[in-house]
Structure formats: structure tokens, C-alpha cells
């Protein structure tokens, strides 16, 4: 990819003005792949790997419906089994759902009716980087942990999440 890009910027004759020129040279650095972007890659892809399936596995142990992750820092969840709680509590669609989440996580839960679902749809696309940790120090100790699940606020955010949607499950 570097040099590929380096090929196309030449053959166009492409100058960056000042102010581009830094962040276009950290992005060349990247596109490099050297080590230490490498071990940042991978130790990333564990840690989101574990607290990814972590997560799945205290939702679904709740009910939620869920494809275990794969890939990436998301869960796509569905409660469409958890209707009847559902709808007990005000909630009967997605735009509710989203709502909810979002006031009762303190972040954004997009609704799944944001990617093509059906509005009366019980689903919602769940971020696992708040996972990790609530900021850079913490995020950073999490990828550099041998077990990240041992971390103390990883350990606190699933079972604060839990906690959240064993509300929305209870009758």
C-alpha cells in the first residue's frame, strides 16, 4: 500500500500543503507496518477478540440474541425475545431500544432501524471499545494485559453492561 500511494502521488505530481503533510507522514509510517504497529494491531485484535466474547457471553446468557464477534469492536444484538419485559417497560421498537440504551449505558447504542432493520425490530449495534476502558490509560493497559479480562475496569464495564440489560430482562 505504501508504495503504491507513494507511485500515485508521484505520477500526479501531488504536493500536500504544510498543515497535511505530518499526519500524510504518520500515515505513510503505518502503511509500513512496521513492528510496532504490528504488536499494537494484534494486541488490539485480542483484547476486542476477549472482551468481545466476554460480553456475548453474559448477554446471551441473559436472553439477548447475538452472533458471537468475529470481527471488530461491535455486537449486534436482537431482543426480540425479551419483547414482553420489553414492552412492559415503554419499549416496543428500536427508537425506544436506542433510547434507552443510550440513557442507561451513557453512550450512544444506535438502534438497529439505523442499518436497514425494520423499525419494530428489537435490535441495536453495541460498541465494545467502551470496554476497554473509559480513557487512553486505561484502554492502553487493557491492550498491554496478558489476560484483559483480568483488568479491574474491564471486569466493572461487563458487569455494568450485564447489570443494564439483566434489567431489561427481568419481569
Same mark, same amino acid.
Given at each position: 500500500? +505504501?508504495?503504491? !500511494? !507513494?507511485?500515485? /502521488?508521484?505520477?500526479v505530481r501531488?504536493?500536500l500543503p504544510? &498543515?497535511?503533510? &505530518?499526519v500524510?507522514?504518520?500515515?505513510? +509510517?503505518?502503511? @509500513?507496518?512496521p513492528? &510496532?504497529?504490528?504488536? $499494537?494491531?494484534?494486541?488490539?485484535?485480542?483484547? #476486542?477478540?476477549a472482551?468481545?466474547?466476554?460480553a456475548y457471553?453474559?448477554l446471551?446468557?441473559?436472553?439477548?440474541?447475538? @452472533? &458471537?464477534?468475529r470481527?471488530? +469492536? +461491535?455486537l #449486534?444484538?436482537?431482543l426480540?425475545? !425479551?419483547?414482553?419485559?420489553?414492552? @412492559?417497560?415503554g419499549?416496543?421498537?428500536?427508537?425506544? !431500544?436506542?433510547?434507552h440504551?443510550?440513557w442507561?449505558?451513557?453512550r450512544?447504542v444506535?438502534?438497529?432501524h439505523r =442499518?436497514g432493520?425494520?423499525p419494530?425490530?428489537?435490535?441495536?449495534? /453495541?460498541?465494545t471499545?467502551?470496554?476497554?476502558?473509559a480513557?487512553?490509560? %486505561?484502554?492502553?493497559?487493557?491492550?498491554?494485559?496478558?489476560d484483559p479480562l483480568? %483488568?479491574?475496569h474491564? $471486569?466493572?464495564?461487563l458487569?455494568?453492561?450485564?447489570?443494564? =440489560?439483566?434489567?431489561?430482562?427481568?419481569d
Open positions: 500500500m +505504501h508504495a503504491g !500511494l !507513494l507511485a500515485a /502521488l508521484n505520477a501531488g504536493e504544510a &498543515p497535511v503533510a &505530518p500524510a507522514a504518520v500515515v505513510l +509510517h503505518a502503511l @509500513r507496518e513492528a &510496532p504497529v504490528r504488536a $499494537r494491531t494484534a494486541a488490539a485484535a485480542r483484547a #476486542y477478540g472482551v468481545g466474547g466476554a457471553d453474559r446471551t446468557d441473559l436472553g439477548v440474541l447475538s @452472533r &458471537p464477534p470481527a471488530g +469492536h +461491535h #449486534y444484538v436482537d426480540s425475545e !425479551l419483547r414482553g419485559p420489553l414492552t @412492559r417497560r419499549i416496543t421498537d428500536a427508537v425506544d !431500544l436506542e433510547r440504551l443510550t442507561r449505558l451513557g450512544p444506535p438502534g438497529g =442499518f432493520d425494520a419494530d425490530d428489537l435490535r441495536a449495534r /453495541l460498541s471499545l467502551p470496554l476497554l476502558g480513557d487512553d490509560r %486505561q484502554r492502553l493497559a487493557t491492550l498491554a494485559a496478558r483480568e %483488568q479491574p474491564v $471486569r466493572a464495564a458487569t455494568f453492561l450485564e447489570s443494564a =440489560f439483566g434489567e431489561l430482562s427481568a
